[in-house]
Nanobody, 117 residues
């Protein structure tokens, strides 16, 4: 099993920045992809950004150019740098890991990001 621990959420004004971190522990040798999803109240969980062990990144259109995913190194840590934050970015952000995006997926407990207008 894999355990994921997120940190770095909080309250920020629109236009500000936050950096989320996620550390994996346990059976991390099999992880090939890590990333971030988010869930706003009353909405479904959605992909924000992912990064594979080979370095391939994928971003939601809504965050392209504002958010950057980094890490996914041998230590199996992943970061999300969020710039130019908007109120619509307000959500609980979840770290994920897997052998693919749909196989052997594990989730962190989530960290709240609130962007005030």
């Amino acid at each position: 099993q894999v355990q994921l621990v997120e940190s770095g959420g909080g309250l920020v004004q629109a236009g500000g920045s936050l950096r989320l971190s996620c550390a994996a522990s346990g059976r991390i040798f099999a992880i090939t992809v890590m990333g971030w999803y988010r869930q706003a109240p009353g909405k479904q969980r959605e992909l924000v950004a992912t990064k594979t062990i080979g370095g391939t990144t994928n971003y939601a259109d809504s965050v392209q150019g504002r958010f950057t995913i980094a890490g996914m190194n041998g230590a199996k840590m992943v970061y999300l740098q969020m710039n130019s934050l908007k109120p619509e970015d307000t959500a609980v952000y979840y770290c994920m890991s897997g052998t693919t995006l749909t196989q052997n997926v594990n989730w962190g407990q989530g960290t709240q990001v609130t962007v005030s207008s």
